[in-house]
């Protein structure tokens, strides 16, 4: 039985990967932040070691518990955790942003690197790195998130590129606007580390953000897709003989990859300034 971690299951993305791979026969370690949400997927008789990324205790302990769940061995790590700070970037504290880059990027750097001597004892591994559109363009109010996803995306294409003489393969998924609790889970960092009524841009606040951070019932997105969507593409990179560099998911990330290309910073930037 092959086996595969997977951070931040607790909703979304996480918990429908948990289910779907399982139901193909892995073996899943289905990683929360939150002690009860371990022990709700424990329930449903998943192994579910607690990691929240911006503990590095956590993260050592949880991959130790993995391992030895395993006999050592992990054939494919997901790191999928993630949050937003939603806000200007002129109002976003440094060390809000810090406090973001913990939980997106570095616990994701930590995870990763302790990952690799396993994989590479055994002779083989898949990791999955589950960025997003804003990982190769960015929206206003998304400021801390688009960084993170960008950093992200470097990191782990020039990992891609140095683990060519390996059998650990590497791969991005991009998805766009996917139904989940992000926007809901945003809230409590928005009010911790925005104060937007001090803000210059306090009306644009008012009349554009907040109905969106705040307003219940909107429905889905434009183009919005199930957390299955990823899952499908999560299967190729874990199982494909060639899993690919990077995976688009929902139509806005293979509209904005396309605009990238052909159009001009400027129009690009008008164009998602109307966002």
């Known amino acids: 039985m092959k086996s595969i971690l997977i951070t931040g ?5 996480g918990y429908a990967a948990a289910h779907g791979l399982r139901a193909r026969g892995w073996r899943v370690f289905a990683s929360c932040r939150q002690a ?5 997927l424990q329930a449903e008789g998943f192994d579910s070691p607690q990691i929240d990324y911006t503990d590095e205790t956590s993260i050592t302990a949880g991959l130790a518990e993995v391992l030895a769940a395993t006999g050592g061995t992990l054939d494919a790590l997901f790191n999928n955790g993630a949050h937003a700070t ?5 109002d976003l504290p440094t060390d809000g942003l810090r406090a973001l880059f913990e939980a997106n990027f570095f616990g994701w750097h930590t995870l990763t690197r302790a990952v690799i001597p396993v994989m590479r004892a055994q002779g083989h591994g898949r990791i999955v790195q589950c960025s997003s559109v804003l ?3 960015t929206m206003p109010w998304r400021g801390a998130y688009n960084a993170s996803k ?7 294409s020039t990992l891609r590129i140095e683990m060519r003489d390996t059998d650990i393969h590497i791969s991005l998924i991009e998805p766009g606007p996917v139904t989940s609790r992000f926007r809901i889970n945003a809230v409590e960092h928005f009010e911790r580390w925005i104060d937007w009524k001090t803000s210059a841009r306090a009306e644009q606040y008012d009349s554009k953000l907040l109905n969106r951070l705040y307003a219940e ?12 969507a990823v899952v499908k593409k999560l299967i190729h990179a874990i199982e494909s003989p060639r ?10 990330t293979y509209v ?3 605009m990238r290309r052909i159009l001009p910073t400027r129009a690009l930037d008008w164009i998602l300034s109307r966002a």
């Open 9 to 13: 299951c607790s909703s979304g993305i």
């Open 86 to 90: 939603p806000g200007a970037v002129e």
């Open 36 to 40: 009860r949400d371990c022990a709700r």
């Open 150 to 156: 960008h950093a992200i995306e470097g990191l782990t």
């Open 217 to 228: 019932n909107t429905g889905p997105d434009t183009f919005e897709l199930p957390p299955e």
């Open 135 to 137: 990982g190769f363009i």
């Open 243 to 252: 899993p690919r560099p990077r995976y688009y998911v929902t139509v806005p």
């Open 256 to 258: 904005m990859g396309f």
